[in-house]
């Protein structure tokens, strides 16, 4: 599988947008950007997912660079719950397990 | 519609037992996968199935784990003789058949190893 590389963590205030960066330099053409987080002793929660274009769902927005070597989940106001590990994975088109790495741990300030 | 279910959600064994942890996917759902998160360290794959088969299950310990998925009921995982290393939280996942594939959790059962 691709590898992503993120931040070990981030911080945000409240109410203001978060972006989370995740590089994939090494992505093929038909690999899926998957995004996923982790609240503290919970499982992980699919976030969103794209292909080539941006997307936009109830919880986040996902933001493709043209050549697909990099992509940013986007939170468009971080509230107290959304602290959590972020998960940038890749999956191959016929991919089944996902490889987690250290993601990025998003602190959340009131 | 319901998510994924995972029972127990706790359970405790004492070294040498058996642990049976039991997962029942999102419905229409015919993919499920077992993932591990030991302490302090990231999640990692197990074994993915779909059903009566196994696909996939290159992160399975070699020795006492075995996992299936039976035409009816859930998806099992087995640990035979467990010991302390084993104690972690067991995620079970489920995904649809079409791309791209995304993959929901269930709560996870936390094993602890006596």
């Known amino acids: 599988d691709a590898k992503t590389t993120q931040p070990n963590s981030m911080e945000s205030n409240e109410e203001e947008p978060v972006h989370l960066p995740c590089n994939h330099s090494?992505?093929?053409?038909?690999?899926?950007i998957h995004w996923y987080r982790q609240l503290p002793s919970q499982g992980p929660e699919y976030v969103i997912h794209g292909l080539t274009s941006n997307v936009n769902n109830r919880m986040a927005s996902l933001a493709i660079a043209e050549d697909r070597k990099s992509s940013t989940l986007i939170l468009h106001r971080a509230t107290l719950r959304d602290a959590a590990v972020y998960y940038c994975i890749l999956i191959e088109e016929y991919g089944n397990k996902l490889v987690f790495g250290a993601g990025t741990i998003l602190r959340v300030k009131s | 519609n319901a998510g994924v279910m995972q029972n127990p959600r706790h359970l405790v064994r004492r070294r040498g037992q058996e642990a049976r942890l039991r997962c029942s996917p999102m419905?229409?759902?015919?993919?499920v996968y077992w993932y591990r998160q030991l302490p302090e360290e990231g999640l990692k794959f197990m074994v993915y199935l779909q059903k009566e088969n196994i696909i996939d299950e290159s992160g399975m310990p070699k020795e006492r784990f075995s996992a299936e998925f039976p035409k009816e009921g859930p998806s099992i995982l087995r640990i035979q003789q467990v010991v302390r290393g084993d104690s972690a939280a067991y995620f079970c996942a489920s995904s649809p058949r079409l791309p791209p594939y995304e993959q929901y959790f269930g709560p996870g059962t936390r094993l602890t190893v006596t």
């Open positions: 419905k229409g759902h015919s993919h």
């Open positions: 090494t992505i093929s053409g038909t690999d899926y």
